[in-house]
Structure formats: structure tokens, C-alpha cells
């Protein structure tokens, strides 16, 4: 209690209503609790205490707490700074004149009906076992519970955290739930401050005025750790263990309106979706230049912040975190003109604080000039190599800019073209260029031809030799400029075609230059056809069009098919009565000489 004692306890007996516990309301409950039995601590006093002398301050105490089993003892352990044991054990007399703590009637005479007592927490520690924790060490005084085995389901009772008109506070290094308070609270756990009788809760950090209630820890643990981070005198607590089994809520998910938003004057507005039950949403800035009031989250100066949100539980169901949503924090946007060489005016100003991808319009001319030039709008980049803008065109912003005049010579160039032995068309007319403006060169809009060429855009010499533009190409060169049609001269192919051939290979195609003679392809792939004889080619298959003779010159401008062609070959010749006998004599002869043989042997 960080008041005066004699204002406060003043303050508690008139403000004391009695919470009568029957055993029929006990007996109704569906759930037990079973809370720490803490023993007289044997620790040494605490050294370099700036609590009140008037009480013993011990490091620490220890205990035993029997779970919801009733079978099993879990030993418990205390670290911190202590009031030495209670000023309700009968065997200790540290407690000063009126024995205060017992003079408000313990748990149940220090506050209404409930506010220590739910579903799940259907009865209060005895008042002996109320521990009295002192805040006032040298820089934050921390507090450590550590059991010997895990524990589920704990739940803590706080007795006057906080001060009539000061506030203390409780920052845990775990997720909790604010189970019950103390029902003459006007307040709401998510307010900035906590009201006269209430808790307030921002992430794991309790705070109190006066404060009275039961939270619980949400999982298993076998130690939780806490700092008393406003200086107190002494507050009450207890821990116990519950048979209440809290139900995990459904996923709890953030979201933020804004993931950027500039310093000060801009704002993103948090919102969860998800949950079960009727706990309240808070929400909690993890890290980073930003603060959070309500559900509106504000930067204070540019970096990044990262923010959860914590739903409640409300006696049924744990509480629940949700993910983690980053926010960027920046400076604001601005928009800044520069002449960039004007021989006089000065640039226009833009005032405005943008946001990001704020839509931005750009400002005019403002009397600027620069002799020898004309004024052609706004740039990114002083040498003109950026992003081009006009005066009253918008871009949204996303970094702050700085715009150029840019700045055109008001030299001009001609551009000329010219036809080039085209045999039909006009060439188009001459254009101006004027300095530091692009120019779009002319297409073919006068049908410009030449017979057995092609047109293929622009040259800068009519031979071609020289530098290639095509047809509506850009032209960015501050220099007069002549150009020639340029023409490429058209080519067409001459296949071959064996033409009913029983072997060999047709030639492969050849092109023909317009206005070169092509010497065609020979034989020579020995095309043969079974009873016919190879005789050149034709420009039809059944040879009634133009004859070719195999490497002969073809003067057509056109493409076109040869087939071979094919003669039928001359049927062998009948012997005349003179061949015959020429091819008789030999045999006559070799007969007459065989006889005369034979008569010779007889």
C-alpha cells in the first residue's frame, strides 16, 4: 500500500461489505481449489529494504500445495521480498498495533461477494495463509514461485494491490486471466489506468488501485517470475491449483487497417476476429515506437512496431493470444520543387505531410524561366533520366520526392525523308524536332514501293550503309537528320520435285535473288524412275509447262515448283536376215567340222 496505512485501513473498514461463503454455496460448486500452506520462513532477513520498518522482511518463504487429486504434494518455494510469514498466523506477532491485515476480516471481509470466488474457484485460501509481499527493494523487485513438479490450472488471489490514490503493479513473465475483481469496480480491464477498486490488464501486466481479485495462469509450469514495477509497501496474494478445466479458445487473429502509417498523424486501427467467449480483446505493442489506446495504434517516432492482442477468459474459457501483426512506422512524405537552373522565378512550394501512397498533384510552373529554354514539365531526376511528370498529374507517394523543372532548348531540327528508287508511293513529309524532345519518326502513310524489294524502315545513308531507324521509331538525337527508305530486295524459292521418281533424292530448294538468273540444280541425287529416262525439269508434272534443262539458268522473279521429267525409254531393235546369219555362221561352222570328224573315225 503505497498511501499512508492509518488513510487506508480507515478507507477499508468503511468501505467493507462482509462475503458471507455458506457451505450450501460451496457445496454447490462443481469445482475444488486447494491453495499453498506456507510455512514460517527460515531465510534471512531482507537486506537494504525501503519498506516501513515496523514490520520483519524475510527472502522469501515456502509452502506446500496439494493438487486437485488430493493425493499429491507439490513443494513451493518463494523468492522475494516478504512481510515474514502473516499478520495472520497466530504464532507471529510482527504485525504493529490493531493487527491490520486481521482487522479487515481477511479474504472475506476485505471486499463484496465474488470478487475472489467463480465457476472455477469456488473457495478462498484460510487466512493464515495469506502472504504479504513488500515492493519497495532497491530498483524493481521481483518475485519467483517455483515448484518442484509441473502445475496445471493456477490460480492467484491479489489482497490490495495498489493504493487508495497510487496505483502498483504486477508485470508476470506469463499469459493469465483475470478470473473475478472486485464488484464496486467502475472500470474496465482495458482502460490506461485502473480506477478506485479495480485492475486494469495490458498484455502480462497487472495493474491495481486498490485492487482486488483472482486471476489464473494459462498452461503448466514449474516456476512463474513477477515485478512489483511501482513501488508498494505490502499486497496480499495466494496461489492454489483448480479441478477447473479451461476450455482453449477458437484462434484469435489480428489484423491492422494500416501496415504503414506516418509519425504522429497517422493511426492504424486494430481488430481481432476469432475467440470464444466473453472475454475482453486488449491489445499490447510487443516492441517498437508506438502506443496503443483502445484499439487505435499511433507511432511516436519511425521504426517498426509489433503488436498482439489478448482475449480474455471469462471463467470457461482460457485466455487467448493471438499472432503478431507489424506496423511501420515513418516519417512523413513530402514533395519538394527545385528550378534546376532557372534564370528567374522560384520554384512552388507543396506544404503538404503525406502519408504513404497518398495521391499526390503535381504543381505548375510558378512563373519559373531559364533563358535559351521553354519549360516542359517536372522530372525525378535533374538531368531528365527519371520519371516524367506534368503539371496537374498525380502520383500516389511512397518516399518523399523531389521534383525537377525540366528544362527544353528551344533549338529545332529537321528531319527529312526520302524515297529512294521507290517506284510507286510518296515519301512522308518532313518533321521538326524540337531540343531535349523525343521525336517519333514517320511510318510508310505514303505507300512508299519499289518493284521487287521490300520496305524495312529508315537509313541515314540510301545505300543503307548507314545507321537503321525503324518505321514510328523514337528519335532523341538533337541534330538534323536525313533519311532514305531502305529496301531489301525480295528472294523466292525453287523447289524440287522427283516426280514419280523409283529412286534416288530430289534437290533441296534454292533461292532466287529478283533480277539474278539462278542456275538450277543437276541431278544429282540420281532421280531414276523405272523405264523412263531423266531429261531436266518442268514447271509441271505432266511436263506440258516450261522445260529446264538440269543447271540451266532461271530468269522468272517469281517462286515456283520444277518436277523432274521423265521420257520413256526405246524398245530394243528386231535383227534384220543379214544379222541373223552373222550370228548363225559360227554355229554352222562348228557343226560341218564335227561331222568331218566323225567320218574320219569310221
Known sequence: MSTPHRLFRTLLQICAVPLLLGLAHAAALAQTVNWVSWTAPSAPQYPNSYAPQGYTYRDGVSGSLLLADNATVVNTTLTGEVINYSCFASAISDCTTSAYWRGQGGWSGSAPANTFTSTNVPALPTNANMLAMAGYVPAVARHTLTFDRPVTNIVMTIFSLGGTTGNSAYKFDQDF???????????????????????????????????????????????????????????????????????????????????????????????????????????????????????????????????????????????????????????????????????????????????????????GQNFLQRSGYSFGGWNTAADGSGTPYAAAATFAITASTTLYARWLNTATYNVTYDANSATTGTAPAAQTKNDGIPLTLATNTGGLARTGYAFAGWNTAADGSGTNYAAGATYTDNAALALYARWTINTYSVTYDGNGATSGTAPLAQDKTHGTPLTLATNAG??????????????????????YAAGGAYAADAAGTLYAKWLAAAPAPIPTLSQWGLALLPLLLAAVAGLRTTRRGA
Open 526 to 547: 540420281n532421280l531414276a524412275r523405272a523405264g523412263y529416262a531423266f531429261a531436266g525439269w518442268n514447271t509441271a508434272a505432266d511436263g506440258s509447262g516450261t522445260d
Open 177 to 363: 486471466t483475470l478470473l473475478s475483481q472486485d464488484t464496486r469496480c467502475t472500470g474496465n480491464l482495458t482502460d490506461a489506468a485502473p480506477l478506485f477498486r479495480c485492475m486494469t490488464v495490458h498484455g502480462r501486466t497487472l495493474t491495481g488501485r486498490e485492487g482486488m481479485g483472482t486471476l489464473q495462469f494459462t498452461g503448466t509450469f514449474t516456476s512463474i517470475s513477477w515485478e512489483v514495477t511501482v513501488p508498494e509497501v505490502y499486497s496480499g496474494f495466494n496461489i492454489g491449483v483448480t479441478s477447473a478445466s479451461f476450455t482453449a479458445q477458437s484462434a484469435l487473429t489480428l489484423t491492422a487497417s494500416a501496415s504503414h502509417i506516418p509519425v504522429a498523424s497517422g493511426t492504424s486501427v486494430l481488430s481481432t476476429s476469432g475467440g470464444s467467449g466473453a472475454g475482453a480483446v486488449s491489445y499490447t505493442v510487443v516492441s517498437g515506437p508506438c502506443t496503443v489506446s483502445g484499439n487505435t495504434l499511433t507511432g511516436t517516432s519511425a521504426g517498426t512496431c509489433r503488436v498482439t492482442a489478448t482475449k480474455a477468459g471469462d471463467g470457461t474459457h482460457a485466455s487467448a493470444t493471438s499472432n503478431t501483426v507489424t506496423v511501420t512506422v515513418v516519417r512523413p512524405l513530402s514533395v519538394t520543387y527545385d528550378g534546376n537552373g532557372q534564370t528567374y522565378g522560384a520554384a512552388p512550394v507543396d506544404s503538404g505531410a503525406y502519408d504513404n501512397s497518398n495521391s499526390v498533384t503535381v504543381l
